[in-house]
Structures are given as C-alpha cells and as structure tokens.
C-alpha cells in the first residue's frame, strides 16, 4: 500500500485559511486521495478525495499536484470546530477491499 | 436518521472474559469494517465483510472474532485471546464498487480492562 507523509501537527487561526499538506511520491495511476477527519474521541468523517483533478466540495478544497505526488487539503474558514485530526489516505482504485490505510494524521489546532 | 449506531459507548472487560460490540447501519450499504484505534495511533483494520455471511481478516485479527449474518449487523467479539484489548473501536461500512468508495463512521467504544 503507497504510504502518505503529513506533519504531525499545524494551528491556525479563526477564520482564516488552513492548507493542510500531504506527501505520496508513491501513489500510483489508479491510487484515490483521500480525506478524512476525527474530532476528540469521535469517529471518522469524510472530507473529499479526488484523483487528479482539483475538487472543491461544501467542507473544503483539495488541490492535487500535477505530478499526483502530493496533495493539500484547503479549508477556506477556519472554525473553532475545525479542530481535529486530519488524515490523507490513499485509496486503490482497483483494491479488493476498499481498506484504508491510516496514518497519525495531522492534528490541526485553531487558535479564537 | 441513516446512520451507523455502535453500542454501548464504554466497555469493560474482565480478564478471561469474552465481550461482545454492537455495530448496525441503516445505510443499506454491503461492506462493513471493523478498526482499533490506539491513544495518538491512526486506525488499524481487524476485519471486514463485504457480503453477508462472508468476512475476512484485516491486519490485526488475532484475539477477535466477527458475524455477518444480516446486511445491517456486524458485532465484534474481542475475546480472552486478545491480551491487551484497551482501545477505541470503530465500526464503519460503505457500498462496494471499483470507485472511490467512501466509509462511514460510528460513534465508537472504548474498551478497558478491569
């Protein structure tokens, strides 16, 4: 499975905008990118994926390099409600089982 | 409302001890998954099942056990087996096709031991 890089962790402040990094140099042709999100002792949430082109979405934007090898998760406003832990994840394509492989994710702390 | 619902929200677990977690969607999806979740860890896949009453092992299966026996249920059983069980526990299921399937989460359980 093609790993994902992130920093550990990130702050922001209240309504302004957060670019969350990802690096896969490994990701291959038919590799989704994913988002997900995890507030304190909650379950995961979707965010967005996408596989090459830019996606925006009512939660936030994700811009994909051309090369694919890196992506940036893009909240336009940041809210105190934004804080959480942010993970990229790679998804195949042609997997068999959908699994999602997750890292530690990077925690994104928004300052009022 | 649709959703996934995980029950109960706190668990614990007696040495010896077999206990099980409930996990059941209405989403009408055909996959679910079970993940564990360790303090500042990402989450790890103990199992999953595509169709009912078919399942396989995820990364971490040892010491746990599945059913699948309706479309809407897939309870976790952590049993005796699994020496170091204290964790938060996700349950989540998506539809299955070769796109970009998208999980849906539960709530959790957090499992300790006594």
């Known amino acids: 499975d093609a790993k994902t890089t992130q920093p550990n962790s990130m702050e922001s402040n209240e309504e302004e905008p957060v670019h969350l990094p990802c690096n896969h140099s490994?990701?291959?042709?038919?590799?989704?990118i994913h988002w997900y999100r995890q507030l304190p002792s909650q379950g995961p949430e979707y965010v967005i994926h996408?596989?090459?082109s830019n996606v925006n979405n009512r939660m936030a934007s994700l811009a994909i390099a051309e090369d694919r090898k890196s992506s940036t998760l893009i909240l336009h406003r940041a809210t105190l409600r934004d804080a959480a832990v942010y993970y990229c994840?790679?998804?195949?394509?042609?997997?068999?089982?959908?699994?999602?492989?997750f890292g530690t994710g990077t925690l994104l702390a928004v300052q009022p | 409302d649709g959703g996934i619902t995980q029950s109960p929200k706190y668990l614990f677990r007696k040495e010896g001890q077999n206990v099980t977690l409930s996990c059941e969607q209405n989403?009408?999806?055909?996959?679910m998954y079970w993940y564990r979740q360790d303090p500042g860890q990402g989450l790890r896949l103990i199992y999953y099942?595509?169709?009912?009453?078919?399942?396989q092992k995820g990364d971490i299966a040892e010491g746990y056990s599945v059913s699948r026996e309706k479309k809407e249920s897939f309870p976790l059983t952590v049993t005796s087996a699994q020496k170091n069980p204290t964790a938060f526990y996700l349950c989540?299921?998506?539809?299955?096709?070769?796109?970009?399937?998208?999980?849906?989460f539960g709530a959790g359980t957090r499992l300790s031991v006594l």
């Open positions: 490994t990701i291959s042709g038919t590799d989704y």
């Open positions: 099942s595509q169709i009912v009453n078919d399942f």
């Open positions: 996408g596989l090459t």
């Open positions: 989403l009408n999806h055909d996959a």
């Open positions: 989540a299921s998506s539809i299955v096709d070769r796109g970009s399937n998208i999980q849906y």
């Open positions: 994840i790679l998804r195949d394509k042609g997997g068999a089982t959908n699994k999602l492989i």
